[in-house]
């Protein structure tokens, strides 16, 4: 395994800038965005598609500080009920496909996107509950709209070899893993999982188990080192689904924390050791969002724990065992 970076909290430096920086922390991968929540500060898409001299010199950066890419992300709504959102969300998904076809990187990464509960709604609905029994015709009715748009989106995300990697995500329809089962398997194998914990600890899903049920079917393409904790002064009174604005920190159930601060330093190490199990031998791309430290400090703390976690070498023979 490799530590990466998604990049966007190092916008305010060039994309050469931050390479230099994240190879100084002895980071060997960059996450950048090229559409969507996440921009395209680092990459533009318009910029790279189908211009080989200007990929040609981003190879070289990359080589030069021994870095690659493990992923282009372009996180936004393919399925909202405003036609030019869906287009614009679509076209960003499908040049990030191209464009990682021509880079030779073989992930993307975003969300599966939120329909609204039915053909003439005007916004996206996030249901959670069956009852009463129009919702459970809403959540159909959405699953019906994801699975015609994304069997499209993986057949041609197959025919350029690249991999989806969707992130389970709230106000998304994918937002744990059996629902990111469900769409694997109404699609193809190029449908998997952008693995972010972050969003799974506050649902009180095991992430070591949910590792190993995606893993089962080799449907974990791509992993985020993000930490969650969770306020019990809060939760314990008005429970995990917190509107709460993410800069009241002190008024929220949960807050996005860096590597360590969430969980310690054993959990992490158990993560990945049972990633190494099920076969994920790829990067964790670390995404910094906690809002009580700053981008590099948060990101430097998550680097140097997670360089005392991940395993750099193979393997060797079980030689007790014989």
Known sequence: MDIGVHTPPLYGESLEEAIAYLADQGVSAIEPGVGGFPGDTHLNRGEYLDDEDAQAELQALLENHDMHISALATHNNPLHPDEERAANADTELREAIELAAQLDVGTITC?????????????????????????????????????????????????????????????????????LARLRE????????????????????????????LGENDAIHHFHAKDTRIYDEQANVKGV??????????????????VGYGHGESHWKDIVSTLRMVGYDGTLSIEHEDSLTSSKEGLEKAIQLLHRAVFTEQPGEAYWAE
């Open 241 to 258: 689904l917190d509107n709460t604005p993410y800069d009241d920190e002190i008024n929220r159930s949960w807050i996005f924390r860096s």
């Open 186 to 213: 109404a699609t193809n194998e190029r449908i998997g999982a952008n693995f972010d914990p972050s969003h799974l600890y506050w649902q009180n899903i095991s992430i070591t188990e949910a590792i190993r049920f």
């Open 111 to 179: 969300f599966s996107g939120l329909p609204a509960g039915g053909p003439n709604d005007e916004v996206p609905n996030w249901i959670t509950a069956p009852w009463p029994s129009e919702h459970a015709d809403a959540h159909e009715y959405q699953w019906e709209v994801a699975i015609e748009y994304w069997s499209d989106l993986a057949a041609d995300a197959d025919e350029h070899d690249v991999d989806i990697a969707i992130e389970m995500h709230p106000n998304m329809l994918v937002y744990e893993p059996t629902g």
